[in-house]
């Protein structure tokens, strides 16, 4: 999983979780023991931690996109408006030489090294903060790709803040895995549409 492409911050949020996951869903018998017990409490509280800081740090990202991103070109914000996007006006494309990620924060850094969610042999190529899409240099946001995001954005748009979608996310990933879960099914499903 460490050498796996992450396209989208749900992406990411699935490598994040899988480190998590393998404790936090073994079976009931593995937690027969106080202690397995208590590491199982004690990921749980650093992940909403981790979640509640990263969401709080993205809120600044969004801002930085929106002052230097590009707008939409009308044939985009036509196909931001058919995927659902109430306010397609708002959405923003911002080329970076590599997707943000709060490494000047110590504690995420370690974190986001220790899940997988950033080190050596992992690449992001895009991901939504809102309504802005940061976007990899020497990414090509096809058609597809770009559809992908912006069912991201109309998530979020949706959610009552982007720190309810990254929880959303985070249940959705537990319950169903990566493939099954709804948040990707649609994702997913605007590659195929928009092809």
């Keep these: 999983m460490r050498t796996a ?29 106080k202690d397995q017990a208590q590491v199982s409490g004690e990921q749980t509280v650093a992940l909403a931690e981790f979640l509640g800081r990263y969401a709080a740090w993205a809120k600044g990202i969004e801002a930085e996109g929106q002052a ?16 659902g996007i109430a306010h397609p006006e708002k959405v923003r494309l911002v080329p970076v030489e590599a997707v943000p990620f709060p490494t ?16 050596p042999g992992i690449t992001n190529n895009a991901q939504a903060f809102g309504y802005t899409i940061w976007v990899r240099d020497g ?33 959705e990933l537990r319950e169903y895995g990566h493939a099954r879960m709804p948040l990707e099914v649609e994702a997913y499903e605007a590659n195929r549409t928009y092809r």
Excluded: N, W
């Design 5 to 33: 492409t992450l396209r989208t911050m749900a992406s990411a949020c699935g490598v994040i979780t899988a480190g998590i996951l393998c404790a936090a869903h073994t079976p009931a018998f593995a937690a027969d023991t």
């Design 68 to 83: 230097r991103g590009t707008p939409l070109t009308a044939e985009q914000i036509e196909m931001a408006r058919q995927i």
């Design 104 to 119: 000047q924060d110590e504690a995420m850094l370690k974190m986001g090294e220790s899940l997988g969610f950033i080190g």
């Design 139 to 171: 990414f090509t946001l096809d058609r597809p790709s770009l559809a992908h995001e912006l069912v991201h954005v109309a998530q979020i748009e949706r959610s009552a803040s982007f720190d309810t979608y990254v929880q959303r996310y985070m249940r």
